[in-house]
């Protein structure tokens, strides 16, 4: 469940990409190619972090929670009108991500490769 929620992340963060991209303007050319690449990069870390929560690999937990730590924080600032829907939905995912990381088996399975042979 959390590396699927961190795989919608990835991608709605490659979707902001793509606007941001859409919106180029020359008066700011230079801030949106940068915020493009910062969408891009941060979307394509999220989703290799959510590979290898898939494939079971114990250091993506770290950069995981840490990225849902931030997305709650972000989720406070949202939390006034009109972005209230917004803040609500960014909590939801972080916090049922970071529940899901911290479950008892999921540390199992994650340590488990920790293991020779795991």
Do not use: K, Y
Not at 14 to 26: C, I
Not at 48 to 53: E, I, K, N, R
Not at 59 to 76: E, F, K, S
């Amino acid at each position: 469940m959390a590396a699927a929620l961190v795989a919608i992340e990835a991608f709605v963060l490659l979707v902001l990409a793509v606007l941001e991209l859409a919106n180029l303007r020359s008066t700011r050319l230079t801030m949106g190619v940068t915020t493009t690449m910062f969408f891009v990069a941060a979307a394509a870390g999220l989703a290799w972090c959510a590979w290898s929560l898939w494939r079971a690999r114990r250091w993506a937990r770290g950069p995981v929670v840490m990225a849902q730590l931030i997305q709650l924080g972000l989720a406070w600032n949202f939390r006034d009108a009109p972005t209230t829907l917004l803040a609500i939905g960014l909590a939801v995912a972080g916090v049922v991500v970071i529940a899901g990381l911290l479950h008892p088996a999921t540390t199992q399975v994650l340590e488990g490769d920790a293991r020779p042979g795991g």
